[in-house]
């Protein structure tokens, strides 16, 4: 089904990894209700108060999405995503037409990442020296022609500044 009418959510808003769920997005999502601007939050499988306490992956997390999204994509123009969920959301704008792409401390993966279950394994594949640069983000970008908006902490210890300076370049190419 798809969510219709004035209040159908304009704004989809995806948490991090960790400890993350949608209660840290809660307030932003909160300031721009006041602002007559509808968003929907979430927590992914093994989150907060998400019924799935299974094994996840990247894929996973996408598959996840992308069905959430189809629920309100004829209202939903906007994602935000933060850190995980930032590579989650490129998959996201690779299949569909989403307007405006905002995106804080995004982390990007290894291809060989991507169904590679949450763990040991995973953090062998992502802790590997600058693995981010093996991530599938120029496939993702190619075809995307909406807005990108990128923020970071200015001592950012998880994500490296060539992390955003790969995402805004292959954005422009």
Not at 62 to 70: C, R
């Amino acid at each position: 089904t798809t969510l219709v009418g004035k209040h159908a959510p304009r704004v989809l808003f995806m948490h991090g990894a960790g400890v993350a769920n949608q209660k840290l997005v809660r307030p932003l999502a909160d300031e721009l209700a006041k602002q007559h601007i509808p968003s929907l939050t979430f927590d992914f499988s093994g989150h907060g108060a998400s019924s799935a306490n299974t094994q996840s992956t990247l894929k996973k997390r996408v598959s996840e999405a992308s069905h959430l999204y189809e629920t309100i994509s004829d209202s939903c123009d906007t994602v935000i995503a933060f850190s995980m969920s930032g590579y989650v959301a490129l998959h996201l704008v690779k299949k569909y037409p989403i307007k405006h792409l905002i995106l804080f401390a995004p982390a990007l993966y290894d291809v060989g990442a991507y169904d590679v279950p949450f763990g040991p394994r995973f953090s062998e594949v992502i802790r590997a020296h600058e693995s981010w640069r093996r991530s599938d983000v120029s496939q993702l970008l190619s075809n995307y022609a909406g807005t990108l908006d990128v923020i970071i902490g200015e001592h950012d210890q998880v994500i490296p500044q060539e992390v955003v300076s790969m995402i805004y370049r292959l954005k422009k190419t």
